[in-house]
């Protein structure tokens, strides 16, 4: 069983039942329920359905967190989800979630937060763009190229400084993310309570709610397949969790830092429930603010999918922007802090167990990996810097909005097989001490595994150009597994026999 303390010179456990459960909470809410509504309004093509969507989401989530809250007890020590599948299948699992989430999920997705951070700033400052460049875009083949514009420079900056603050200590971090938390809370009920209170439209009421299930204004999920039948309702909403998964996903971040929370048998399961209930509760009832205000076909062509931001708009013409603007800052800053904070724990387990880089696993003065911090800040900083090219409109994107695509898949497929490892340590470690035993085992996480699976097959069939891709990217991890292996006997045979010769210490 993991003591109290990793030891004088490791990790220290600091955090509580309300810090764990920011961190759960802060980590999910990102920018995606801002924007992920229009969307998935266009797929489902109702009001009804698109509610039921996000009601479907939230369930799957609290079924994964109830099912995570017993391998987190099992195995409280930093490295989270990493630590589950190598313990339950074998450590080559762990490394490509571990490879997959620094090479894209967490890193991917800092920086989408970061310059979605600084578009939104530009709407107070409009110097900030990602067309005001400092350093024109530099073609490295004919469809990517490096630039530095005032808004890549502004995300970068954000990344460095939290970075450096969460290297200061896990006083820093949870500190800025209580406070964050606490204000993105505020704003996503300040939303909720704008809808109701100010913003109600009787014609948008009657519209949406009048003909709650009718599809129309939808697009298509592949030709001939409509959300009017119901085989493509069915579809539509399968396809339609990318969104919402998306926007609700990264509440199992805590799970990397367990080494950093105190009574991590008792609070981390308890932040998982409390922190995914709280979150999805807000995020259903936002989108019903959305639809009390907007009719649905502007809920489903809001001007470049800003959702909220129309909502606001709608009842403060001269300031909705702005308010929605700064709501949205505060949302991002926080986003960033609790995964930079939670990821680099992740790297942090893998480097200890010689599957990542040796100086990730060195702790520093204050008692956090900051080597680990800083690789994750680095990496993140260059997803921020290569944007992609399309030579037909000569129009320029990013590569994390791309990747971030494409590993939505990945990550559904890594959460299946970690509650499928809850089942398979049951049969393996009969005798294992659970603090915790998975609320409504075997239904519940067998529900999940039921829910998930039929999403990621739907996803295979409909959206092949992405879900495969992002498969592609795992695998690649299968060859640089076996070079870390290599490397990890070459130069410390004890480490190579602690992670592949023996039973977890649990």
């Not at 922007?321 to 505060?330: F, Q």
């Not at 930079?340 to 880089?357: I, N, Q, T, V």
């Not at 990730?360 to 090219?389: E, F, K």
């Amino acid at each position: 069983m993991a003591s109290s303390s990793e030891g004088p010179v490791g990790l220290r456990r600091s955090l509580g039942l309300l810090d764990s459960t920011m961190i759960v909470a802060g980590s999910m809410i990102g920018t995606g329920i801002f924007i992920v509504a229009a969307e998935m309004a266009r797929q489902v093509g109702s009001a009804g359905w698109l509610l039921a969507s996000w009601v479907i989401t939230g369930l799957l989530t609290i079924a994964a967190a109830l099912s995570y809250g017993e391998l987190a007890a099992m195995m409280p020590r930093a490295g989270g989800q990493y630590v589950y599948l190598r313990e339950a299948w074998s450590p080559l699992w762990g490394f490509l979630y571990g490879w997959t989430l620094f090479l894209v999920i967490q890193t991917g997705t800092v920086a989408a937060v970061a310059v979605g951070f600084a578009r939104y700033l530009g709407v107070w400052w409009p110097r900030i763009s990602e067309s005001a460049y400092l350093i024109p875009p530099i073609h490295i083949t004919s469809t990517y190229a490096i630039s530095l514009s005032s808004a890549q420079l502004v995300g970068v900056l954000l990344i460095v400084l939290l970075s450096w603050s969460n290297a200061r200590g896990i006083q820093y971090g949870k500190i800025l993310q209580n406070v964050f938390t606490t204000a993105k809370l505020g704003s996503l009920l300040g939303v909720i309570c704008v809808g109701l209170l100010l913003g109600w439209n009787a014609t948008a009421v009657h519209a949406n709610f009048g003909n709650l299930w009718a599809p129309r204004g939808f697009t298509l999920i592949a030709p001939g397949l409509s959300p009017e039948t119901g085989f493509g309702l069915f579809v539509a909403i399968c396809v339609a969790q990318v969104g919402s998964m998306f926007a609700a996903d990264a509440w199992n971040n805590i799970t990397f830092a367990a080494g950093e929370v105190k009574n991590p048998q008792r609070n981390i399961p308890l932040s998982l429930l409390l922190g995914t209930v709280v979150v999805i509760g807000l995020y259903v009832s936002v989108n019903f603010a959305y639809l009390i205000v907007l009719p649905l076909e502007q809920v489903q062509h809001a001007a470049s999918d800003r959702v909220a931001g129309a909502m606001l708009a709608a009842v403060f013409p001269a300031t909705g922007a702005a308010l929605m603007a700064l709501g949205i800052m505060i949302s991002a800053f926080g986003c960033i802090n609790g995964m930079l904070m939670s990821g680099a724990r992740a790297y942090y387990a893998m480097a200890k167990d010689g599957l990542f880089f040796r100086r990730a696993a060195t702790i520093n003065r204050a008692h956090v990996p900051g080597t680990s911090l800083a690789m994750q800040g680095a990496w993140a900083s260059v997803l921020v810097l290569i944007r992609t090219y399309n030579p037909a409109t000569r129009e320029y994107g990013n590569l994390y909005s791309n990747l971030l695509d494409y590993v939505v898949s990945a990550a559904l497929l890594f959460y299946i097989l970690t509650i499928a490892g809850l089942f398979r340590l049951r049969i393996r470690r009969p005798q294992a001490e659970r603090p915790y035993w998975a609320l409504g085992y075997p239904l519940v996480p067998a529900l999940y595994l039921l829910g998930a699976i039929t999403v990621l097959a739907w996803l295979f069939a409909y959206r092949p150009l992405t879900t495969f891709p992002g498969m592609l990217i795992v695998l690649i991890g299968v060859p640089v597994f076996w070079g870390f292996r290599r490397a990890a006997a070459r130069t410390d045979n004890s480490v190579q026999k602690a992670v592949f010769g023996r039973e977890a210490e649990y």
